[in-house]
């Protein structure tokens, strides 16, 4: 049987009130109204609905306001907004506030029935007896995306909102902040979901092959063209195209690919016939593609397509708060991929995971966490484990200079290379702590390789 909710329904429109009231009612939810937002605190102080949907614009206190209050006072109550047509900004806004989700008007009031079983079910799922992390997770988890902190939950809304456009999307950030898994996300989210996902690096081919990759060719269009060949933008009709590393387009193709946002349709190489395409572009790119820009290697009218909108992932040591539930979630997988039983992190483990600067990001996270699954020999992983114990100093210059730095530089060198790169044993004779070692081996960008421990 399907669970029913209390449910709140502000609008000072008696029209939309009553039927939605009278909707969701017949459905078996109970449902109570109130025209302002006054009231509605009053409703919401006496009768603790589980859910309230309310209008955006209303007198007094408007939808955005009472969420505000509601969040405040009730942070468990699920706000659903309801905002006009295309007014996307308010809508983020109003996510960024702490809403569940909006729905447009006009609206049949069958939408918004759906959209409460979900989120009546997704409640029910959370308070359903799983351990506490399950939960957690599954609390701040969105599309195989992990997002505990307050910078990455405005990321994950910025997605809800977007997803549903076709507005092209730029995603910006370090190496390894997961900025293919947030393309993924935003298809996976859009009603083109049943359609194909295709990813292009703009990095891995050179120019003439990354152009046929990319437009086709025709039959004879250069030696080796034996054939008519589809290239990603028709392989993506009607999906989503993701153009990873675009800082790296050569000029040439950021032409062709202007010109194809501009009129939706394109020549394959070496024809002449148009083919049209419905295709939902994402880029990204891990460089500073304004300085791209500034310095005329990246147009500048292209850049303004490609970045309708733009979504910038913070480095994972600006979101710290996202490492323990990362690192669990990797743990969970890796053991599960690899059929051990390790099922926990050492404080120490967890220490390190928590201090060490990550400067290869999540994705470095992922590697460590998948490394020390694959070689712990125990229960849980312990802060060896991750910190590459046994690494041997290779191509290490000794250098002669004179400054204290120098010298404390070519010291450590001596010891790893005494231990043989074992960082437990070095920091121990050093008489420093292994995360001092370790963020002086980084300091000192010291190349270390890791050997395998079997
Ligand atoms: N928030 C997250 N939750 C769970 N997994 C994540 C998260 N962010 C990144 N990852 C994982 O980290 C790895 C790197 O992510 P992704 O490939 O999306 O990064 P990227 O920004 O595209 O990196 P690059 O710039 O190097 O191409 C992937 O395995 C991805 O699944
Ligand atoms: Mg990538």
Known sequence: MKRKAKILVVDDEAIIRDSLTDWLTDV??????????????????????EIVITDLVMPGIDGLELLKRIKQMFPEIQVIIITAYGSVPTAIQAMREGAYDYIEKPFCPEKAELLI???????????????????LEDKYSFENIIAKSAKMQQVIDIIKVVARSNATVLVTGESGTGKELVARALHAQSYRKDKPFVAVSCAALPESLLESELFGHEKGSFTGAYAQRKGKFEIADKGTLFLDEIGEMSPNIQVHLLRVLEEKEFARVGGNEPVKVDVRLITATNKDIRKA??????????????????IELPPLRERREDIPLLAEYFLRKFARQNQKKVSDFSLEAVDFLLKYEWPGNVRELENAIERAVILTRNAYVEANDLAQDNVLMTHHRVSSGKKISDVEKNHIVQVLIETGGNCSETARLLGISRMTLYNKIRAYGLTVNKVDRR
Do not use: M
Not at 31 to 48: C, F, P, T, Y
Not at 117 to 135: F, I
Not at 293 to 307: I, P
């Open 117 to 135: 079983e979900k989120l009546v079910e997704r409640q029910a799922l959370l308070d359903e007896n799983v351990s506490l992390r399950q939960k």
């Open 28 to 49: 078996g939810h109970q449902v109570s109204s109130s025209e302002n937002g006054h009231q509605a605190l009053d409703i919401i102080q006496k009768e603790r609905p």
């Open 293 to 310: 820009v500034a310095a005329g290697q990246f147009r500048e009218d292209l850049y303004y397509r490609l970045n309708v909108v733009s």
